[in-house]
């Protein structure tokens, strides 16, 4: 069984989540976007990556992006992962460059994927909880602490024993299963992954461009 979209249960197995992630990859190298697929050493295990520059100030140069602003507003904006830190360090004087790490695992208990990352300044210190919290848009912040399903924690990557914060998953198929059903209804082919990211990646700065909304998963699923 892989999604059950007639019961009442959206199962995602772990070969499934493998075959959305190598699609969802594919058109990633095709747009240029930056994710990949990496391999825990002697292990069967693996996950999908993508590192990002996020620039935090009032004003961005013209070769990184757009945003420019003349309020005490914070702004944010992104820059391509093939900068490295010197040249990211060297976009504006008055911002901060923060380093993203976003990882998609696969849980076996809660059989979802789940979205872990880290987050650094480019001198190496890493962003606290509370910073973390801070940079969640205010639209995302009553509805984060009022439930449980996608609270950002921090607890050891299973795969790399180090620390990372987490979007907990335990409600994720809840939310999933209004989203398959409805594609299931329309006769649309859905791609898991980009469903799930789409909804759990901007709440913490990660944001799909809209062609992966063009994707058409060859996944089957069970009717």
């Known amino acids: 069984m892989s999604l059950d979209l007639d019961g009442e249960e959206h199962v ?16 990633s190298q095709q747009i240029g976007d930056s994710w990949e697929w990496r391999n825990v050493k002697d292990s069967a ?12 100030g009032r004003g961005v140069s013209p070769d990184i992006g757009e945003i420019t602003n003349d309020s005490d507003e914070i702004t944010f904006t992104y820059v391509e992962e093939s900068l490295d830190d010197s040249q990211a360090a060297g ?5 901060e460059v923060i380093r ?3 990882h ?8 979802v994927p789940v979205l872990y990352f880290r987050a650094c300044f480019l001198d190496g210190r890493p962003l606290t909880l509370d910073e973390i919290w801070n940079g969640v848009h205010e639209c995302y912040r009553e509805r984060l602490w009022q439930g449980p399903w996608d609270t ?7 795969l790399l024993g180090q620390p990372f914060f987490v979007l907990h998953p335990c409600r994720t198929n ?3 299963a209004s989203i398959l059903s409805s594609s299931h209804k329309g006769n649309r082919s859905t791609n898991y992954i980009i469903s799930w990211l789409s909804v759990v990646g901007p709440v913490v700065g990660l ?8 994707v058409k998963s060859d996944t089957t699923s069970a009717d």
């Open 12 to 27: 995602l197995e772990e070969t499934k989540f493998k075959e959305y992630c190598a699609e969802f990859i594919k058109h």
């Open 45 to 56: 295990d693996g996950y999908m990556s993508k590192t990002h520059f996020q620039v935090k």
């Open 91 to 95: 976009i504006c004087v008055a911002s």
């Open 100 to 102: 993203y790490e976003y």
């Open 104 to 111: 998609v695992l696969y849980s076996c208990s809660y059989q």
């Open 152 to 158: 950002i924690t921090q607890q050891e990557h299973p």
């Open 174 to 176: 809840e939310f999933m």
């Open 207 to 214: 944001h799909l461009p809209l062609s992966y909304a063009k």
